[in-house]
């Protein structure tokens, strides 16, 4: 069975790049365009990934990601920004992701990050 991953980004193109980087390299991958839609599909579906934009407008990646410790068996987080910010990697880390996907990345990258986290499923 595939590896279920949900992509969370407010820009559509980025969102549709990764959802087809992921896609070609064998994952099962569902979208959110915002936080509210990630923290509905988090509860009602099974994911082994997520990869979560920082800044969204209203609830940002850092919000989802605090709200998500209400939530029973979530899933590692990747968060995917441009921010390398010292102060907001801090309190990602803190909030408990797993790591980060600099924007802009490759396919390679983006692959490769992701099996990281999942190495059960190499």
């Given at each position: 069975?595939?590896?279920?991953?949900?992509?969370?980004?407010?820009?559509?193109?980025?969102?549709?790049?990764?959802?087809?980087?992921?896609?070609?390299?064998?994952?099962?991958?569902?979208?959110?365009?915002?936080?509210?839609?990630?923290?509905?599909?988090?509860?009602?579906?099974?994911?082994?990934?997520?990869?979560?934009?920082?800044?969204?407008?209203?609830?940002?990646?850092?919000?989802?990601?605090?709200?998500?410790?209400?939530?029973?068996?979530?899933?590692?987080?990747?968060?995917?920004?441009?921010?390398?910010?010292?102060?907001?990697?801090?309190?990602?880390?803190?909030?408990?992701?797993s790591?980060y996907?600099?924007?802009?990345?490759?396919?390679?990258?983006?692959?490769?990050?992701v099996?990281?986290?999942?190495?059960?499923?190499?």
């Amino acid at each position: 069975m595939k590896p279920a991953i949900l992509v969370v980004d407010d820009d559509d193109s980025i969102r549709e790049v990764i959802h087809a980087i992921l896609t070609q390299a064998g994952f099962q991958v569902a979208v959110a365009a915002n936080g509210e839609a990630a923290i509905a599909l988090l509860k009602r579906s099974r994911f082994e990934l997520m990869l979560l934009d920082v800044h969204m407008p209203r609830m940002s990646g850092l919000e989802v990601l605090a709200a998500m410790k209400q939530i029973a068996d979530t899933p590692p987080v990747l968060m995917v920004t441009a921010d390398s910010q010292t102060a907001t990697v801090r309190e990602a880390l803190s909030l408990g992701c797993s790591g980060y996907v600099a924007k802009p990345f490759t396919p390679a990258t983006l692959v490769e990050r992701v099996r990281r986290v999942l190495p059960q499923q190499e």
